[in-house]
C-alpha cells in the first residue's frame, strides 16, 4: 500500500507563493507518476499539474500555467508543487495522487490518494 501525506497549504493574500508537499510512504515504485488536485466547495475535482517518476515530464493546467512549477525529490519520496501570483480562485483543497502509468490529467485513472490540504486566497 502507498500512503500520501499533502502538506503546506494555509491562507495566503492574493500574490503571494505557496509550496505544497506531497510525502508518499508505504510501497512505492519507481515509474509512478504524481499529480495534483483542486476540489472547489461543491465543484468536482480539477487537475492542477503531474510529474512523471523521472521528473522529465509534466504537465499544467491551462488556467494556471505560468504559475506553477512542479518538481520532486525522490531520495524524499516527495513532490512539490510551488505556487506563485496566487488569486483568489485557486482557493481549494489541493490533493496529490499517484498512479503507475504516465502524468496524465484525468483523476478517475490515479488509484492512490492523499487527504488534502487546504489552500485559502485572501482578496
Known amino acids: 500500500q502507498v500512503q500520501l501525506v499533502e502538506s503546506g497549504g494555509g491562507l495566503v493574500q492574493a500574490g503571494g507563493s505557496l509550496r505544497l508537499s506531497c510525502a508518499a510512504s508505504?510501497?512505492?515504485?519507481?515509474?509512478?507518476?504524481t499529480g495534483w488536485f483542486l476540489q472547489a466547495p461543491g465543484k468536482e475535482r480539477e487537475f492542477v499539474a503531474a510529474i512523471a517518476w523521472s521528473g522529465g515530464i509534466t504537465d499544467y493546467a491551462d488556467s494556471m500555467k505560468g504559475r506553477l512549477t512542479i518538481s520532486r525529490d525522490n531520495a524524499k519520496n516527495t513532490v512539490y508543487l510551488h505556487m506563485n501570483s496566487l488569486k483568489s480562485e485557486d482557493t481549494a483543497v489541493y490533493y496529490c495522487?499517484?498512479?503507475?502509468?504516465?502524468?496524465?490529467?484525468?483523476?478517475?485513472?490515479?488509484?492512490?490518494w492523499g487527504q488534502g490540504t487546504q489552500v485559502t486566497v485572501s482578496s
Open positions: 508505504g510501497r512505492t515504485y519507481r515509474g509512478h507518476a
Open positions: 495522487a499517484t498512479r503507475s502509468g504516465a502524468p496524465i490529467s484525468d483523476p478517475s485513472l490515479y488509484p492512490h
